[in-house]
């Protein structure tokens, strides 16, 4: 079964940086694949896209912050000015289509 395993969550200051990786053998090359999180309390909502053409898009309250990228079989996300807003858990799946099985995701707390 495909599996997406999340990695690279941790516990940062206001204005600190972290890189979310995805790794999967379900992640293919067309596939448009996205980042998606989840606060306490809200729905799982997407953050950023990138298609196989390495075209990306982002939510508005992230963009200049977040960068998306890919390559074969995984996906990572460079979170950079982090704010306590951005605390949540992290996934990764595709962001058109049929889902894949969701992860654990990868918890990211921005606190002082």
């Known amino acids: 079964q495909v599996q997406l395993v999340e990695s690279g969550g941790g516990s940062v200051q206001p204005g600190g940086s972290l890189r979310l990786s995805c790794v999967s053998s379900g992640i293919l090359r067309g596939d448009i694949m996205g980042w998606y999180r989840q606060a306490p309390g809200k729905q799982r909502e997407l953050v950023a896209s990138?298609?196989?053409?390495?075209f990306t898009n982002y939510v508005d309250s992230v963009k200049g912050r977040f960068t998306i990228s890919r390559g074969n079989g995984f996906l990572l996300l460079e979170m950079n000015s982090l704010k306590p807003e951005d605390t949540a858990v992290y996934y990764c799946?595709?962001?058109?289509?049929?889902?894949?099985?969701w992860g654990q995701g990868t918890l990211v707390t921005v606190s002082s």
């Open positions: 799946n595709r962001a058109a289509g049929e889902l894949l099985p």
């Open positions: 990138i298609s196989s053409e390495r």
